[in-house]
């Protein structure tokens, strides 16, 4: 008989899920920032390697929480969504439109990211998992805050430039 699936096992399989897709947008971010025509999209890009190497840090601390590996599990849903914005970097190169592909792409992966670590954060006050609730509360707002920008960037330039 197979043994029951708890909510400890689907949160750590979800911490699995975003730690992969982090490590995965971490190689992504250096491409999308020489793909980018702006200067403030590509320093943007750049500010949010770094961003995304801290939440990387922080994923590995709950791992110790919980007293796992920090391992990843194959996200079908980041691979997509990145297959998606390598096809614009490509269809759109040097294209007045490159930059608004790219935000969109880009906003596609932080709603991905918002979802994920806002269930982690439910999850993980269910468990009474304590230490690890500020730790993804953190990661949580860097990625809200990371999508204002986005949409900033979007609506100041990027958008009308397309046009």
């Not at 796992?68 to 996200?75: E, F, L, V």
């Not at 006050?125 to 949409?151: C, F, S």
Request: aromatic share 6%; glycine share 6%; with cysteine.
């Amino acid at each position: 008989m197979a043994t029951q699936k708890t909510l400890d096992d689907l949160f750590l399989d979800t911490l699995k899920d975003i730690y992969y897709a982090e490590k995965q947008i971490l190689k992504t971010l250096p491409k999308m920032a020489r793909a980018a025509q702006s200067e403030e999209g590509k320093a943007g890009f750049l500010q949010h390697r770094d961003e995304t190497q801290g939440q990387i840090e922080r994923l590995e601390q709950v791992f110790e929480i919980v007293g796992k590996p920090a391992r990843g599990k194959t996200c079908e849903a980041i691979q997509g969504i990145i297959s998606e914005g390598e096809e614009i970097m490509e269809e759109f190169k040097g294209s007045p439109a490159l930059d608004a592909g790219l935000i969109s792409s880009a906003q596609s992966v932080e709603h991905y990211e918002i979802a994920r670590y806002g269930t982690l954060v439910a999850w993980a006050n269910q468990l009474g998992l304590k230490n690890a609730i500020p730790l993804l509360k953190q990661n949580l707002a860097e990625e809200e805050a990371t999508d204002k920008k986005l949409t900033q960037l979007a609506m100041s330039a990027a958008n009308a430039k397309a046009a």
